[in-house]
């Protein structure tokens, strides 16, 4: 069941990466992909965000100070937010040394809010980017109505887990 799940995600997400020339890390499969990602990227991490462009700027928050808390469980990798409550598991699409790319997707009502992460670890920090997505679904049809976009640059520190080194 969980390869078939990981063939249909590599199936919706992996176009892409083939397109770009990245068959090799796409043609690695989903599990091993997950195998692949550094056990640094594991742990809670302070995730500050600031708002680079979007089409939408009354719907999206200029700056953000979050807690990721990262953990795996054999092959699924979730990120989990302590002060929301909100959790998800990211399926990452690309890894390469330190760099992750991930995405997560969240359902509330009738929007579908995805978060395109790409970012590159060094040590206790990293930095990257976010892209967010935002589409409202019709009430009758479930078509489209309308959808926002937003691109965060990221800068994350790492405040707990096995790499956090006492100072």
């Known amino acids: 069941m969980l390869r078939v799940l990981i063939s249909i995600i590599i ?5 892409q990466g083939i397109v770009k ?10 599990v091993s992909l997950v195998k692949e990602v550094p056990s640094d990227l594991m742990g809670t991490w302070r995730v500050a965000a600031a708002l680079k462009t979007t ?3 009354y719907s999206f928050k200029k700056v953000s100070v979050d ?22 598991s990211i399926n990452v699409s690309y890894v390469n040394k330190n760099t992750i790319r991930f995405t997560k997707v969240g359902d509330y009502d009738k929007q579908k809010l995805t978060d395109s992460v790409e970012i590159t670890i060094n040590g206790n920090t990293f930095t990257g980017k976010n892209t967010l997505s935002l589409v409202t679904y019709s009430d009758t049809d479930n078509s489209v109505i309308s959808e926002k976009k937003a691109l965060y640059m990221l800068k ?9 080194i006492d100072k």
């Open 67 to 88: 807690i990721w808390n990262l953990s795996r469980t054999g092959d699924v990798i979730s990120l989990s937010n302590p002060f929301t409550g909100a959790s998800a």
């Open 11 to 15: 199936l919706m997400f992996g176009f």
């Open 156 to 164: 994350g520190e790492k405040i707990s887990g096995s790499s956090v």
């Open 55 to 57: 089409d939408s700027p």
């Open 21 to 30: 020339a990245e068959a090799p890390t796409v043609l690695h499969a989903g």
